[in-house]
């Protein structure tokens, strides 16, 4: 099974002809390409999967998509360890969204 990540794009600069960016992962941040999704603008969230950004999504769905990798934690189908983005960073990508929320007095 194939596993897409959300993650919030905090910087996007070319790399040997390449649109390239970084994502944040609940703190931890991963250099990503972005030939799939060159319009993907610092500050918007975007799906990585083995490193590629290959798809756009807003606030909302990033949110939606936290709440389903929680459901399947907790029905114990997926393994948190170190470096698994999808359950034991996920929490703390949560609550940076509620971070900039809050800074944006949403």
Known sequence: MCLGI???LVEVYPQDGLPM???EFGGITKEICLAFTPEAQVGQYVI?????AISQV??????EIFSYL??????GGLEADSSD???GNRKMGDRKIREEKDEKGM
């Open 6 to 8: 959300p993650g919030r």
């Open 21 to 23: 960016g970084k994502v």
């Open 48 to 52: 990585v999967h083995v490193g590629f």
């Open 58 to 63: 807003d606030e909302d769905e990033a949110r």
């Open 70 to 75: 929680d459901e399947i934690a907790e029905a």
């Open 85 to 87: 983005e999808a359950t």
